[in-house]
């Protein structure tokens, strides 16, 4: 969603205050460097709008005829002009001093701000852009109980401000000091605000957002407007006024307003379930309850009878902040029984719940036991590492309590791992030990750094499913946030009908080709005419695909990309499947070998990446794997017991590891001999080395020669078996046309603001 200032000035203001006015805007948005593109600002003024960023103008019309109006349902906030035409409600700024005028013609902002806050509610979901308003006029501003203001505010609206007695620069600050308002400068969870008549205000001398009466606005040339503090909360603001909705299934909490992402809901019944939890909370609590129904979120205050309370604000269904004060007025985290409540709510919904961008550590606590000593326990993301840190950071009954519980979920999880896990584990300790007494061999040591990779890539992989809610392909859906562009399809075949079989690379790229750097790639591509798609995978990462075939093309076309475009794709994290399954090219680009249609499994299935399988047939027949397992067994590789399949539950660790790379090597060999460089190019000892990287017994071991005993059995078996493969082969290598490489563009050729500028 993109992002707007929508500047609406009445007729009869000067031309100089529409342009002061639309400064304001911009020299406003400047403080927030990361920011200010987000945002467009527009204008209406007299029969036009304005882009003020692009200079496009086109005519604007914000009354309708009689003939028009009969044809509307609800005619009640239309106003008759005196050419007989009517203004549309909350279109112009006429149309708002009209219906707020008072007896002696000026403005009363109390009757203006509903509609102003309707206005944004309305078109929030229907329009392209997330509007925020700034109605100029020349009249004074005087809310319901008469009070007069230079400017009044909603935050996360808009604002209303007059030109009435200032110069231009007086008024660029005034726009500015409502504009902090707006944009949550001051808040009640900032210890050094102001509570005055006029609201809440910045304590700090010389910050434009002190109370009116000091703010010192008459003061037109100071050179810092706003106080580090009232940046800071406006940043945070801005940050998470982008932020993404939270998953239906799950409840975001923080610990602070200015956390919440905007509110996009359609009408306020999302308020409904959180008003009967504030309700159920108080009569808990014994507090009473006040809520303001004016804000656009859920904003409700529980009192105790000695001033201490506690206030949940909610911007969503699935998006919820708690703050607390005590009697004195100083912070505090909520009690354990406002916790305990939260977690019965989220249970009661079906939600998992979400640790926010929680600043305070007893905060996180409290919510985790809560979560914990629910019944049943409650699913939660992004929750933070219970180490002798964080422990040390929180109060002591909170963490003897949650030692307690993890110390009991610690003694659950060990009953419950399988047989494989238990061996695994006790291999791994095995391992540990000969290294630490430095008598490990090198293919004991790539089978710990096996173990140890594939234990980090669990836990980040858990990371990202909690810090996205995505639980089958967290990578894309991070892209999905941090690009602001949804998952998109697409697919080139090449003109020339190349071979999609052999080697396939994938990027960890946005997939979406309205993506800068996913495009210009995807257009490189195409100009060597190579078959390439975007998304359609469905696995966890691999953005996009790219068919090559041989291997020495596939090298060349690795180091094209990243001399390319290296600077702009991101090096795949370790949790993407294509981390955990193919080998590196180079830090951005992964790839596989695969014949489709010749060999039924896809993806590598061995400590040993990049290489798949060549069972055929049915994909349950699993012929070659039990092949393999078969002759192990007979050369005393692995134990007598081991049964080959898909479950691993009661198969020995060790047992699993060797008997797959074997069969991986077995493939190996087999491509080697039948598609000879196709495979693995010139070179194929420095290959052999490159991918199996110490994972094979030494050259001139007894294990060695029996792996290569069972590589030339499986051979001949495939080769007796399956006659019609070996066929197939010889034919993709005979007729494989290389990749004319002549086709692209030299690189310093590329226009200079394609990939890096477009995405600075």
Known sequence: MKYSIMIDVAKDVDTEYAVCANNACNEFLKLFPEHKNKFDIYMRYGNTVYNCKTGETKPYNPTISEQQLQNIADKNQYIKQADGRYLIPKESME????????????????????PQVDWINTNINHMDSRYFHLGVTNKKLYNEEGLFGYGISC????????????????????????????????????????????GEHCAHNGCVMRDVVYAGLMEANKPKLFCDDCIESMNRYLQTLTKPRTNENSLEIEDNTQELPDNREKDDNFKLKWREFAKELAIKTKTSLSEDKKDTNFNAKLVSQDGAYIRITASSANNVALMARDSKGNKKVPDMEVFTALAQKASKSGQAIN?????????KARLLIACIENNPPITTRNTPKIDDDFLASIDTASANKLKTLQSKNTEKQENKKTFFEKTKDARKYLLEVKAKKNIITPIEKAELTYILTEEKRKQ?????????????????????????????????????NRTWRGWKMHLDVVPNR?????????????????????????????????????????????????????????????????KGEEIDFNKTVTGRFYLQDIFQI?????????ICPTDYGSL????????????AIQENLISNNYVQGKNLINQDFYDWYIVNNLETYCAHKFYQKHLGDFYCGKDADK?????????????DSAERKKWNKIATQYNNILEQENSEAIKKMKILKNTYTPIDFSKAKPIHSLNPNSIGKQLS
């Open 620 to 631: 349950c027949d699993n012929n070659m794997s039990n092949l393999v397992t078969a002759i």
């Open 460 to 496: 980040e992989k858990e990371d990202a499913i909690k810090r996205t809610g995505n639980e089958i392909d967290p990578r894309t859906a991070e892209h999905i946030v941090n690009s602001g562009l949804p998952v998109e399809n697409y697919v080139y075949s090449s003109k020339s």
């Open 687 to 699: 290959f052999e080395e490159i991918v199996f990287e110490n994972k094979l017994p030494p050259i």
């Open 514 to 578: 309205n993506d800068p750097t996913t495009k210009a790639i995807s257009e490189f591509l195409e100009e060597l005419d190579i078959d390439h798609k975007i998304a359609k995978g469905g696995e966890n990462g691999k953005g996009m695909t790219i068919y090559v075939g041989g291997h020495a093309d596939a090298s060349r076309l690795a180091n094209e990309l990243n001399s390319r475009f290296g600077k702009d794709i991101t090096e795949p994290p370790i949790y993407t499947d294509q």
């Open 95 to 114: 149309w708002y001093e009209q219906f707020g005028k008072r007896s002696d013609e000026q403005l009363n902002y109390g009757k203006i701000s509903k």
């Open 355 to 363: 640790f926010g961008d929680i600043k305070s550590a007893e905060f």
């Open 602 to 610: 896809q993806y590598p299935k061995s400590a040993i990446k990049g």
């Open 155 to 198: 935050p996360q609206v808009g604002t209303f401000v007059s030109t009435s007695g200032f110069s231009q620069e007086q008024f660029k600050r005034l726009i500015w000091h409502e504009f902090g308002h707006v944009f949550g400068a001051v808040h009640s969870e900032r210890d050094d605000i102001t509570n005055t008549q006029y």
